[in-house]
């Protein structure tokens, strides 16, 4: 049993043919999926997919390159949204600028937005991260000195350094196909040392396909093989991977469990 704790659902590539690609999926043994939304227009389509779908939750957020199109978007909108039973998260929500597509002080007023949001209802933040290390971490550093609150870095590909920092702050580190990759070495090092308790897997789909299916459209049946890949590099078993990972999920994404 694996889950796919970070997909795109209603993306172009996969919403399509959702049903097969569900069905791929539950084919190779991923039988739980967090579908991410984006941009305040999505929500509604994120939600009654997941509410359509047993295996099926989703998040509510603002990616970072919206930010600029969501700068009044306020705390009274996510957390209405975020009372769905099928919404166990917030996000994704963070700090890009590898393509600083909206301000960066919007992106960085939105994140605290979206902290704020997590602190409140105790969903876990879900962290985009590019290029913005140091104000990702004393972001989160700061808000946690106000009050904690639960988060994961999603997609990790930062250094070291950070996913210590990270993981001082009690948060949880998701890896995606890039750790497959042959220039991942410096990742695929983190990856063989993070915590076990502290671990989970996402495809991103349709983005990031791992080896063996880079230059596909990634769906979250990939899952299986980032999964492997980083059983390999820890030295266990691919069962156990899927179990703690499942395991970790469930612990963080606790309103999926109940």
Same mark, same amino acid.
Request: include cysteine; glycine fraction near 8%.
């Given at each position: ?12 590539? &996969? ?25 305040? *227009? ?33 705390? %009274?909108?996510?957390? %209405? ?22 301000? *960066? ?17 105790? &969903? ?38 950070? =996913?210590? $920092? ?8 998701? &890896? ?12 695929? %090092? ?7 308790? $502290? ?47 499942? $395991?970790?999920?469930? *612990?963080?994404?606790?309103? %999926?469990? =109940?």
């Amino acid at each position: 049993m694996l889950i796919d704790s970070h997909c795109h659902l209603e993306y172009k590539g &996969l919403v399509e043919d959702r049903q097969g690609v569900l069905a791929r999926a539950r084919a190779v043994g991923v039988t739980g999926f967090l579908s991410i939304s984006t941009r305040q *227009r999505e929500w509604d389509q994120v939600i009654a997919t997941a509410a359509g779908e047993e295996d099926v939750w989703a998040s509510v957020g603002i990616h970072p390159h919206e930010a600029d199109g969501h700068a009044d978007l306020g705390t %009274a909108a996510l957390i %209405a949204a975020s009372e769905h039973a099928k919404v166990i998260a917030i996000g994704e929500t963070g700090l890009d600028y590898y393509y600083d597509h909206s301000d *960066r002080q919007t992106q960085q007023a939105l994140f605290r937005t979206h902290i704020a949001v997590a602190r409140e209802t105790g &969903l876990p933040l879900i962290v985009h991260t590019r290029d913005a290390e140091e104000d990702t971490a004393r972001i989160i550093a700061e808000e946690m000195a106000r009050g904690p609150f639960p988060a994961l870095i999603h997609c990790f590909t930062a250094s070291a350094g950070f =996913a210590g $920092r990270m993981l001082e702050l009690g948060l949880t580190i998701s &890896l995606s196909g890039i750790v497959t990759f042959k220039n991942a070495r410096d990742l695929q %090092a983190i990856a063989a040392d993070l915590p076990e308790d $502290r671990l989970l897997v996402e495809t991103d789909a349709p983005f990031l396909a791992p080896v063996p299916h880079r230059g596909q459209v990634c769906e979250p049946a990939f899952t299986a093989d980032t999964a492997r890949f980083v059983a390999g590099l820890r030295g266990v078993a691919p069962e156990a991977l899927a179990e703690s990972t499942t $395991r970790n999920f469930f *612990r963080l994404f606790a309103k %999926a469990a =109940a």
